[in-house]
């Protein structure tokens, strides 16, 4: 199909404000030409795909994310390590591991009558979860040879880093909030869960000790995430942990 010089100028538009903003309101005027003209959707698409990365189209947002694996836009350890000062691989193990049980707790998959205010966690109650996750992984690892090889988790480097490793968090000077060092596991989980922030999924309020997530990370999660394999395969081992925890403290009472 040929296209115009007139749609592809516009089109070079829309894609590089996409690219800047990583998300667009649909009610932009951009956006707008990618939902309204199938010609510029086609090439902006076509743009996207060339540099590894996906435009994902809702009913409310226009988002630009990368591919995976053979993207240039692609996050790797290197990246992480210099955008958002990760020491060690690690480091980069944990942090991962961080945002899939952040997301494992605010994911409302199907509740449609889920609120998204509702979604809100604090800092502390996050790090009581990352703890008792990690723990009823180690302990699984235990009693399973193959536990760690089979889901792909360096659980025992990051078991360490956390429980030994990380301290706990200090109150902040001022009286409000609490130490960030990303010496402390309140530090890391702030420091982990900053790539969602820059998307614009997430707001963090560490002195009003409060994630928030916003609309667009139930879009992402829905168009980019649900049904996929790995994703589907790690919610279940979070979840399946949080089961046992709960029937645990449901048998000593």
């Not at 890391?188 to 002195?207: D, Q, S, V, W």
């Not at 049904?227 to 403290?249: C, P």
Request: charged share 35%; proline share 2%; with cysteine.
């Amino acid at each position: 199909m040929s296209y115009s010089s007139e749609e592809i100028k516009k089109a070079g538009e829309v894609f590089f404000h996409l690219f800047d903003k990583k998300i667009l309101p649909a009610g932009d005027v951009l956006a707008a030409e990618f939902y309204d003209n199938n010609a510029v959707s086609e090439i902006v698409k076509s743009f996207a795909e060339e540099g590894g990365l996906r435009v994902i189209p809702t009913r409310q947002n226009l988002h630009l994310v990368a591919q995976g694996e053979g993207s240039i836009f692609a996050t790797t350890y290197t990246k992480m390590k210099e955008e958002y000062k990760l020491d060690r691989k690690k480091h980069f193990y944990l942090a991962n591991i961080i945002i899939c049980i952040y997301l494992a707790e605010i994911d409302r998959e199907n509740n449609f009558s889920f609120r998204i205010e509702d979604g809100a966690i604090s800092y502390y109650k996050l790090e009581e979860i990352i703890s008792e996750t990690l723990e009823s992984w180690i302990k699984r690892n235990e009693q399973e040879a193959d536990f760690a090889r089979d889901f792909a988790i360096a659980i025992e480097e990051i078991h360490q880093l956390w429980s030994v490793e990380m301290s706990h968090s200090k109150e902040a000077k001022e009286g409000v909030g609490f130490s960030l060092s990303k010496g402390t596991r309140l530090g890391f989980i702030h420091e982990a869960l900053k790539p969602l922030e820059k998307e614009g999924l997430i707001i963090t309020l560490p002195r009003e000790n409060r994630i928030i997530p916003k609309e667009e990370l139930y879009e992402r999660l829905e168009k980019l995430y649900h049904g996929g394999d790995r994703y589907e395969e790690i919610m279940e081992l979070i979840k399946k942990s949080k089961g046992e925890r709960e029937n645990a403290e449901t048998d000593e009472n």
